[in-house]
């Protein structure tokens, strides 16, 4: 049954987290209000490397119940590099949640935007539009805490990969290239493992292989890891879904993140059977923080996906208008090209770009816009 009120956990973390969920919340607002008949209330949450320091813990009980009942999760940054465990490493908390409500497919849209400065030279990179599905529960990331350590002579981290994990995900990104194919991208779907060398791949790329023959409309196509990151640099536009184990998905998102412009233009959703957690791509980014030279883009397209995800869930077109209006209003943000971030050299900030883009998302312009775009769907 079609839903239009819904719970938002927010949990703004640290460094630039706070700057651009606030960004996100006043866009997400006037989203609301632009599209009529959708309420968003916010539940906001402490987690992160600063409540660590002051609590010694970095995700209460109660801010896990919390997402755990709202509808979505809104999350900034979480993390700072001289904040860490006994054990040497970062407070993760974004990491815990993905374990905790098994959000397996950790989906990652890399697209550029008409009117930024492109890093490569080629023409062709104004028509890179893929997405990275990175497998986010298991992989190489399932060592975390779990390193074993031989005194100082040795340590080992295991990978872990599941068939039940596994079908899960690859059934996602195949589901997600049909949908791509309808909207006219190729409907390819690429594997990227380093099955030639470990065993563990091997056996990831035999149950992508099973997956892949239920899917006789979409191409499967396997690549190892070192050739997709040449391919990455040569040939980007090529990609169309690309799914991959966590480790790699970490890597290669990064990547891909600057082959659009940077870390603040990646957004991504985390998603669950049941929980979905929506979030910058990007860290804390400490050396920023507190300069309002953050680009809140990144999270303001990921406030998109949870709308986009929130609508199909919930069946809302109210929440499906309010994703496509949101993006279409971050595209014409940039399309005259005036204003462009600091990470991409220019001078607009987190303020400049929130205000513009605000601007558009109250415009009949881009209301007409979206009207038209979804006529001819
Ligand atoms: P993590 O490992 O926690 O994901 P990271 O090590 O990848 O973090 P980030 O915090 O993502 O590091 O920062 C990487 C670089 O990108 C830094 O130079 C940072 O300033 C820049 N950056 C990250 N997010 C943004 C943003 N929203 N706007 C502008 N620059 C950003």
Known sequence: ????????????????????????????????????????????????????????????????????????????????PDIRYPDGT??????????RFELFAGVRPVKTFAGLPLPLADPRAAEIDFVIVRESTEGLFAARGRTVREGDRAVRDTMVITREASERLFHYAFRLARRRKEQGRPGTVTLVDKANVLGAFA???????????????????????????????????DFDVLVTENMFGDILSDVAAGLVGGMGLAPSGDIG????????????????????????????????????????????????LGARLLRAAVGRAFAEGELVPFELGGDAG???ITRRVLECVRSPETRREVEISKGSR
């Open 1 to 80: 049954m079609a839903r239009e009120g819904f719970k938002i956990a927010v949990l703004p973390g640290d460094g630039i987290g706070p700057e651009v969920v606030s960004a996100c919340l006043e866009v997400l607002d006037a989203v609301r209000d632009a599209v009529g008949g959708v309420s968003l209330e916010y539940d906001s949450l402490e987690a992160g490397a600063a409540l660590y320091t002051l609590t010694g813990e970095s995700l209460p009980v109660e801010t896990l119940r919390r997402a755990g009942e709202a509808d979505a999760v809104l999350l900034g940054a979480m993390g700072m």
């Open 90 to 99: 970062e407070i993760a908390p974004q990491l815990d949640l993905r374990e």
């Open 203 to 237: 056996f990831f790329r035999g149950i992508f292989d099973e997956c892949a023959r239920q899917y006789p409309d979409v191409e499967a196509q396997r690549s190892y890891v070192d050739a997709t990151g040449l391919n990455f640099v040569k040939k980007p536009w």
């Open 273 to 320: 059977e049941e929980h979905a957690v929506f979030q910058p791509c990007h860290g804390s980014a400490p050396d920023i923080a507190g300069l309002g030279h953050a680009n809140p883009v990144a999270t303001l397209l990921s406030g998109a996906m949870m709308l986009e995800w929130l609508g199909e869930r919930h069946d809302s077109p109210a929440c499906d």
């Open 350 to 352: 987190t303020e400049a």
